[in-house]
């Protein structure tokens, strides 16, 4: 168990629809990173947030937001879904703010599913 | 810009043979290097890093590491591999000019026949 929680574990929907993918990183961690993970692409990076603010922008689609609340826990939203957002997404926490390794803990993922 | 690659896209072996997945990187400056194996169906764990001192690490479950600064590369090897190694594994990179940005190689699949 990495303590990095995400919700929710699976997720069905149509295109069209918009859905909302909840992430707690680790006690602590400050850093949240979403990644999306599918068969063509690999591992994608999305989007960095440290302490509620956005620190980095990867591979993320306009359609795509997300947000770190002040209780650190992360929120990504997938809006005008398309059948090739299908993926599962990662999140992780980092625990290089507190001078530790930097290592990132991955989540068990949330598989969306677009129909 | 900065990049991870790694060797292999899939690698095919059988039980009690020896492993080595290359990885290679671009940036100049000072770098931490992560191996993570993502078995099938879960999430990615970390399975070696280094961040200083010897450039061969070890890591969990009898994997190695060996970092070699002249050649950009930090190579993963297993002298036995088992039918649970079966995963894929990925290469990742966090350098100082990343921020605190990982760039993760696209992964190498390994199959292990028993």
């Known amino acids: 168990d990495s303590g990095v929680t995400q919700t929710p574990k699976h997720l069905i929907t149509a295109t069209g629809q918009r859905v909302t993918l909840r992430c707690s990183p680790r006690s602590g961690d400050l850093s949240v990173y979403w990644y999306q993970q599918s068969l063509d692409q690999g591992l994608q990076f999305l989007i960095q947030y440290y302490n509620g603010e956005e620190r980095a922008k990867g591979n993320i689609l306009e359609r795509f937001s997300a947000q770190q609340f002040p209780d650190l826990h992360s929120e990504l939203n997938l809006s005008s879904l398309e059948l090739g957002d299908s993926a599962l997404y990662f999140c992780a926490s980092s625990d290089i703010d507190r001078g530790h390794t930097g290592e990132l803990f991955f989540g068990e993922g949330s598989r969306l599913t677009v129909l | ?114």
């Open chain 2, 1 to 114: 810009a900065q990049s991870v690659s790694q060797h292999n896209h899939h690698v095919i072996l059988s039980e009690a043979a020896s492993l080595e997945l290359g990885c290679n990187y671009s940036y100049g400056g000072t770098v931490n290097l992560f191996w993570y194996v993502q078995y099938p169906g879960q999430h990615l764990q970390l399975l070696l890093k280094y961040f200083s001192g010897d450039p061969l690490v070890k890591g969990i479950k009898g994997f190695e590491a060996e970092f070699i600064k002249s050649k950009f590369s930090f190579n993963l090897r297993k002298p036995s591999v088992q039918w649970s190694d079966t995963a894929e594994y990925f290469c990742a990179v966090n350098g100082d000019n990343y921020g605190q940005n990982f760039v993760f190689g696209p992964g190498t699949r390994l199959s292990v026949l028993p």
